[in-house]
């Protein structure tokens, strides 16, 4: 299949550690992010969302904080497992459909 | 059920040739999306559509690209008079909603197109 991300950031963790990928935005009026995990050969599917008017949201095993005054993004995952291995990316939105997807980061997972 | 579809997954064309890329949305979704992606970097934005009104076609290159959606289904991405530089994966995405209650975008495979 396809590879993406031949020459990302790349992040590497053991399994059952936590991960921690980071991002920054760039437009202050964005209202809405999301973060994307993309598998070789594969069209980016849909993690987790947060809007701007929260700092925290939390879902299964990931959690995503944001930071408004420094436009930055992160994405937790706790108790990393190898089916996580892929590259991450957020996107931001501002008070359209259109969606801005950032620089994507790879995790590799080690056992 | 299904998730979105597109067709062809990989097309060769040589340069000057028009392309026609096809994308079938999940069923019932409002919105539909067209992006390209180059290795190693995340979606660019082309176009969307709610329903079959092109509501913002501000990431379209320039005017050899065209999308329509005419039945507020099935959209057709069209690269007229390609060029090398075409060259990338071409995906579509759906969302049940635009804005309000949902942003959730489901993305397809994509077509990988190579104009030689």
């Known amino acids: 299949g396809e590879s993406v991300g031949l020459h990302l950031p790349t992040l590497s963790v053991q399994e059952g550690d936590n991960s921690i990928i980071n991002c920054a935005y760039s437009?202050?009026?964005?209202?809405?992010f999301i973060w994307y995990k993309q598998e070789s050969g594969k069209g980016p599917q849909f993690i987790i969302d947060?809007?701007?008017?929260?700092d925290k949201r939390q879902g299964q095993r990931v959690t995503v904080l944001l930071n408004k005054t420094v436009k930055h993004l992160s994405l937790q995952i706790a108790a990393t497992q190898p089916g996580d291995s892929a590259v991450y990316f957020c996107?931001?939105?501002?008070?359209?459909?259109?969606?801005?997807f950032g620089t994507g980061t790879r995790l590799q997972v080690f056992p | 059920g299904a998730g979105v579809s597109q067709s062809p997954r990989y097309k060769v064309t040589k340069r000057g040739q028009d392309v026609a890329l096809r994308c079938d949305p999940i069923?019932?979704?409002?919105?539909l999306y067209w992006y390209r992606q180059a290795l190693g970097q995340g979606p660019e934005f082309l176009t969307y559509?709610?329903?079959?009104?092109?509501?913002?076609k501000s990431g379209l290159p320039n005017d050899r690209f065209s999308a329509e959606r005419p039945e507020g289904s099935i959209s057709t991405l069209t690269i007229q008079r390609t060029e090398q530089r075409d060259s990338a994966m071409y995906r579509c995405?759906?969302?049940?909603?635009?804005?309000?209650?949902?942003?959730?975008?489901?993305f397809g495979p994509g077509t990988r197109l190579t104009v030689t």
């Open positions: 996107a931001e939105n501002m008070d359209t459909d259109k969606l801005i």
């Open positions: 559509f709610n329903y079959e009104a092109q509501q913002d």
């Open positions: 069923s019932g979704h409002v919105s």
């Open positions: 947060i809007r701007s008017n929260m």
């Open positions: 995405a759906s969302s049940f909603d635009s804005g309000g209650s949902s942003y959730e975008q489901y």
């Open positions: 437009n202050s009026a964005s209202d809405y």
